[in-house]
Nanobody, 124 residues
């Protein structure tokens, strides 16, 4: 199995930046894709960004394109998401997820493992 632990969330003013980290352990060599999802109170879980774990390729939700950047360091078994130009509507719990088989980049049900989440709060 794979364990995922997110960190880096916190409180930031609108226009500010945060970098989230997702530390993976266990059978990391079997990871196909890593992704970030977010969920705000009363809202559906939303796809944010995804990256192939070993192959080249990144994908972003429309609301974060041009502001967020997903990356990964396979040697450290860690994925990151740099978030710039944060807006109040970005406030949510952000979850890291790992997909172990073929599936959709933005399809939450296709991801097998999830972290506990890290809270991002954006003040105006």
């Amino acid at each position: 199995q794979v364990q995922l632990v997110e960190s880096g969330g916190g409180l930031v003013q609108a226009g500010g930046s945060l970098r989230l980290s997702c530390a993976a352990s266990g059978r990391t060599s079997s990871i196909v894709a890593i992704a970030w999802f977010r969920q705000a109170p009363g809202k559906e879980r939303e796809f944010v960004a995804a990256a192939n774990w070993r192959a080249i390729g990144t994908y972003y939700g429309d609301s974060v394109k041009g502001r967020f950047t997903i990356s990964r360091d396979n040697a450290k078994n860690t994925a990151y998401m740099q978030m710039n130009g944060l807006r109040p509507e970005d406030a949510a719990v952000y979850y890291c997820a790992a997909r172990m088989y073929s599936g959709g980049y933005s399809t939450a049900n296709d991801y097998s493992y999830w972290g506990q989440g890290t809270q991002v709060t954006v003040s105006s």
